[in-house]
């Protein structure tokens, strides 16, 4: 499968060893996924011998990505996240047991961190109308709520907001 040549911009991941499998793992969670290529990188460089440095493309719902399996130069950290915006309840715990699966742990207010590292936000699609509610008291009540979470409960929030 030919590479999205269009994208003018797109995420870059560096993995110590493991970008493709986590591109395939990814690829097998979301819709509209694939990974589209491997490509060992034919020459020396600081990470290693010919072969040893491999760039991923893959696509995740349409998007594209790039990953780099070139040693343990630099960890992946909470500075940078990847959003899932999910229409209900049934889609958020789908995304956010599939990437936690194999030894990702649970952070809080809908964020985890994966196997690999990558920290990801799993939140209803309605987070943000939610939370920027015209009345103060009814977004305050829905961000105190998002506060004491783990896993992200959508009626949960939609409660506090309609709480008097």
Known sequence: MAVQARAKIFPHLWYAKEAEEAAR?????????????????P???PSGPPGSVKVVDFTLFGQRFQAMSAGPHHDFN???????LCDDQAELDRYWNALLAGG????????LIDRYGVRWQIVPAALDQL????????????SDAL???VKIDIAALERARAAA
């Open 131 to 142: 939370m920027t509610d015209t009345d103060p008291a009814r977004a305050k009540r829905v």
């Open 78 to 84: 909470d500075a940078i996240s990847l959003v899932v």
């Open 25 to 41: 793992t990814y690829a097998s969670i979301f819709p509209d996924s694939r990974v589209d290529r491997v490509t060992a990188l």
């Open 43 to 45: 020459s020396e460089s």
């Open 104 to 111: 990702g742990k649970e952070q809080a207010c809908g964020w």
């Open 147 to 149: 506060m004491q979470m």
